[in-house]
């Protein structure tokens, strides 16, 4: 292996711990196209392993198709981590409606136990 072939490793290494660190993080759930470009890189980078292969380690099909999965793994769970994030908004939004509705009625009963003037 050279160089050039260490730099593609690192590359690897790198996008995956990028892809960690940035869904793990609000980075991702507060920037939406940040999400995106994650995980458009995760999938052309899979598949070009799987098409092209990886550098240094050519006549090595089990390698490449072993790095592709590790990184569609990395985009299925980051796909999970959205779901959850927006399951965690509408549950939100569901217990403001609800404490708003509970207001609303115990405004109303208040005033309607209020005795007539």
């Known amino acids: 292996m050279d160089l050039t072939h260490n730099a593609w490793l690192v590359a690897l290494v790198a996008l995956l711990v990028a892809n960690y660190v940035v869904t793990r993080t609000s980075l991702a759930r507060e920037r939406a196209w940040l999400f995106w470009l994650i995980n458009t890189i995760d999938a052309l980078v899979a598949v070009a392993v799987l098409m092209v292969g990886i550098p240094g380690v050519d006549g090595r099909p089990l ?3 072993m790095v592709a999965l590790v990184v569609l793994l990395h985009l299925s769970q980051n796909f999970q981590q959205r779901t959850k994030w927006g399951a965690e908004a509408r549950a939100e939004r569901l217990d403001a409606e609800l404490r708003e ?3 609303l009625a115990d405004e109303e009963e208040a005033h309607g ?5």
Do not use: H
């Open 101 to 103: 509705r509970q207001r």
């Open 63 to 65: 390698v490449r198709v």
């Open 113 to 117: 136990a209020d005795p007539p003037q």
